[in-house]
């Protein structure tokens, strides 16, 4: 079972261009999720969608956005990225929402020069 | 404000019995989760409670106390494969999961 797929595991970006980071699932999951982790901080979330169509702003949305035009797939979109977001970027996806177990993708390392 | 603490780093032997302590404050409660962390993985679920109490999971138990705002995951006859972060995450009145900054927990042979 793939569970979450995220693409690309790793890259390089300079500032100032754009970059889609790319989130499927297969469980059927209706809530997804999108995670920034930086050392010494914890899980900070980005955006999240509880339903295919709908989304909302989490923590530290700015500078990011998503759409959720299916139950598969959530997409996240830097317009215009800046050093700052040099991140580690993780996909979740939960059953049941607030009180439901995560299941992570494996991440995707953004380095922004 | 919202916040999760729980150590930064924790070091203990193979074989040996550790406990990771995590305290919250946050505006609610419906539910607290430990997820394990190996370096450069992805998060993994431990365990959840949203009652008082002990949890056992096999080598792993989890402990909630909500009058107390406080948790903790321990962890027994410790392997090396158990070196990891632990995160302790709590979901709040609005359903919202707050994150602590993980505890780094090193097994010495």
């Known amino acids: 079972t793939a569970g979450i797929t995220q693409a690309p595991t790793s890259q390089i970006l300079a500032a100032g261009r754009s970059m889609t980071l790319r989130c499927t699932q297969d469980m059927r999951h209706n809530a997804m999720y999108w995670y920034r982790q930086d050392l010494g901080l914890g899980l900070r979330l980005i955006h999240y969608s509880n339903t295919a169509g709908t989304t909302g702003k989490g923590e530290v949305p700015d500078g990011y956005s998503v759409s959720r035009a299916n139950t598969d797939d959530f997409p996240l979109t830097l317009a215009s990225a800046v050093p700052s977001q040099t991140s580690v970027y993780f996909c979740?996806?939960?059953?049941?929402?607030?009180?439901?177990?995560?299941?992570f993708g494996e991440g995707s390392r953004l380095t922004v020069l | 404000g919202q916040n999760i603490d729980q150590p930064t780093e924790m070091t203990a032997t193979e074989g040996a019995i550790v406990q990771i302590n995590c305290t919250y404050q946050?505006?609610?409660?419906?539910?607290l989760f430990w997820y394990q962390q190996h370096a450069g993985e992805a998060p993994t679920f431990l365990s959840y409670n949203v009652l008082d109490g002990l949890e056992e999971k096999g080598r792993f138990s989890s402990f909630l106390s909500r009058s107390k705002g406080y948790s903790y995951l321990l962890l027994k006859e410790l392997q090396m494969k158990d070196s990891a972060s632990y995160l302790c995450?709590?979901?709040?009145?609005?359903?919202?999961?707050?994150w602590g900054a993980g505890t780094k927990l090193i097994i010495k042979p």
């Open positions: 995450a709590v979901t709040n009145s609005n359903y919202q999961l707050i």
């Open positions: 946050t505006s609610g409660f419906n539910g």
């Open positions: 979740a996806s939960s059953a049941q929402g607030g009180t439901g177990e995560l299941f």
